[in-house]
C-alpha cells in the first residue's frame, strides 16, 4: 500500500461535500495497521489532517484499527467483492480488529466510514 | 409542477397484548391476496416504498406493512419512559399474529427482513397454517455477534446516526445512492434504543439454530432469498440454515445486500416477481384443486 498517495486521499475527502456535513464537529485519532505499515489519520472538526506515516512508537490515537495487508486492500479495492465492502465485515471474518476507545469508534462512526470509503477512489 | 399521488395509504390499528394498548402504524396498498412485510431492526414500513408502488404487485397482491411498537409512527405503550426495548421471539410473533388478527387477514404470505426474515423461521415452525406462504429476506438461523449495539445507546453516541453508520456497508456499492440514503435515513431517525432493543432478539434471544429442522414446508412453502453482499446474514448462512430444512427453496440475489427492498427496488423486485408467480399460481391450483 506504499503506492498510495495520502496526501492526495487527505485533500480528496476534505473536498467531499458529504463527508463534510456528515463529518461536521469530528475530531479523533485512528490508527490503521495495515499489515506491516501503520498510518495515523487524524481528523479535527471534520477536517483530515495530513497523514502520518510509521512507524510509530507508542502512537497516541483514540483507536486502532488492526488488519493484514491483504484486508486491507480487498477492502480498498475499486469494486471490493461481496462481502468485503465494510470494515464490519472484516470485524466479522476478524482480519481487521477494533482497539482503544470504542465509545470513540461509535461516536465517529459515520465520519470514519465515509473517511474510509475513499481508499477505494484513489487512482 | 408535476405531482404523482402514490397508491399507498396508511392508518392506525390499536389492539391489546398482554394488557397493553399498542397504537399501531401500519401502511398498504392493492388488492389481491395479502402481502404482509416486515421490516428490518431499527426501521419501519418506508422500506418497503418500492413494492407498494410496483402495479406488478399490487394487481394481485394487497401489500401491507406495519411499524413495530417504538418504530416509524407506531408509538411505545404507555409507560415507556421507564423500560427499554427488547423484542424477542414471543412478543414478534404474537405482534404479528395480533395484527393480522385486529387487520382481519386470511392467510397472508409473509415476507420479513433480517429480524423479519428470522422471525418467518418462528412462524414456519409454530404458525405456518395461518400463512398461504412464508418468504424470509436475509434469513438465517442466528447470526455470529461480530459487534456489540450495546454502545448505540451509550450516552456519548448519538445512537441512530451511529446506527446507519453500522448498517450502512451492509448494502451493495452498486444499489442506487439515493435508495441508500433513504435507507440510512430511516435508521437516523430511529427512537433510542430501538435498533438495539431489536438487535438483541437478532443476536441474542432468537437464536433459532436448536429447531430448524423442525420446520414443515409441506404444511406451507418457505422461500429464503439473500443479497450476496450481505455479510450479516449471508448467503452461507441462509444456505446452512435451508440445508436443514427439507423444501426451503433458496435464491442468491446478485448485486444486493442487506435491505434488498430499500436498497435497490426495482432490482429486489425482479428476483422477488418469479416467487410470487408461484406463490399466486400454487394458491390458485389450491383453490380449485
Known amino acids: ?123 | 409542477m408535476n405531482a404523482m399521488l402514490e397508491a399507498v395509504h396508511g392508518g392506525y390499528v390499536r389492539f391489546d397484548l398482554d394488557g397493553r394498548d399498542y397504537r399501531i402504524y401500519f401502511e398498504e396498498a392493492g388488492q389481491g391476496i395479502p402481502l404482509l412485510c416486515l421490516h428490518t431492526a431499527g426501521a419501519d414500513t418506508r422500506q418497503f416504498r418500492g413494492l407498494f408502488n410496483d402495479p406488478r404487485i399490487t394487481e394481485r397482491f394487497r401489500v401491507i406493512a406495519f411499524d413495530l411498537p417504538w418504530h416509524g409512527k407506531s408509538s411505545p405503550p404507555s409507560g415507556w419512559q421507564g423500560e427499554a426495548w427488547r423484542l424477542t421471539s414471543t412478543l414478534y410473533c404474537d405482534m404479528i399474529l395480533g395484527f393480522m388478527r385486529a387487520l382481519a387477514l386470511e392467510k397472508p404470505v409473509v415476507m420479513g427482513c433480517s429480524i423479519g426474515g428470522r422471525v418467518c423461521l418462528n412462524l414456519a415452525l409454530d404458525h405456518a397454517a395461518r400463512f398461504l406462504a412464508i418468504v424470509g429476506l436475509q434469513s438465517a438461523a442466528s447470526t455470529p455477534r461480530y459487534y456489540d449495539p450495546a454502545w448505540l445507546e451509550h450516552p456519548e453516541v448519538n445512537g441512530p446516526v451511529a446506527g446507519a453508520a453500522t448498517v450502512m456497508g451492509l448494502m451493495c456499492p452498486d444499489s442506487p445512492e439515493a435508495e441508500r440514503w433513504e435507507t440510512l435515513w430511516h435508521y437516523m431517525q430511529g427512537g433510542p434504543g430501538v435498533f438495539a432493543g431489536d438487535l438483541y432478539f437478532y443476536q441474542v434471544e432468537g437464536d433459532f439454530r436448536d429447531r430448524v429442522r423442525r420446520i414443515d414446508t409441506t404444511v406451507t412453502p418457505l422461500y429464503m432469498l439473500t443479497g450476496e453482499y450481505d455479510y450479516s446474514c449471508s448467503p452461507q448462512d441462509t444456505q446452512e440454515t435451508a440445508a436443514q430444512i427439507p423444501g426451503a427453496k433458496v435464491r442468491i440475489m446478485p448485486g444486493l445486500g442487506h435491505f434488498p427492498m430499500s436498497e435497490n427496488p426495482q432490482a429486489f423486485i425482479e428476483q422477488l416477481l418469479p416467487v410470487l408467480d408461484e406463490i399466486e399460481a400454487a394458491g390458485r391450483d389450491a383453490t380449485h384443486g
Open chain 1, 1 to 123: 500500500m506504499t503506492e498510495l498517495n495520502w496526501e492526495r486521499f487527505r485533500q480528496q475527502v476534505n473536498s467531499d461535500a458529504v463527508f463534510a456535513r456528515r463529518s461536521a464537529g469530528s475530531n479523533f485519532r485512528v490508527l490503521l495497521g495495515w499489515g506491516e505499515e501503520q498510518y495515523l489519520v487524524t481528523v479535527r472538526d471534520g477536517r483530515v489532517d495530513p497523514v502520518e506515516s510509521g512507524p510509530f512508537v507508542m502512537p497516541q490515537c483514540d483507536f486502532a484499527l488492526n488488519g493484514s495487508a491483504s484486508a486491507w486492500d480487498r477492502f480498498a479495492a475499486a469494486r471490493p467483492a461481496p462481502r468485503e465492502q465494510d470494515i464490519f465485515a472484516f470485524f466479522r471474518s476478524g482480519e481487521i480488529v477494533l482497539g482503544g476507545d470504542t465509545r470513540k469508534f461509535y461516536a465517529h462512526l459515520m465520519c470514519l466510514k465515509l473517511l474510509l470509503l475513499h481508499l477505494r477512489k484513489m487512482p
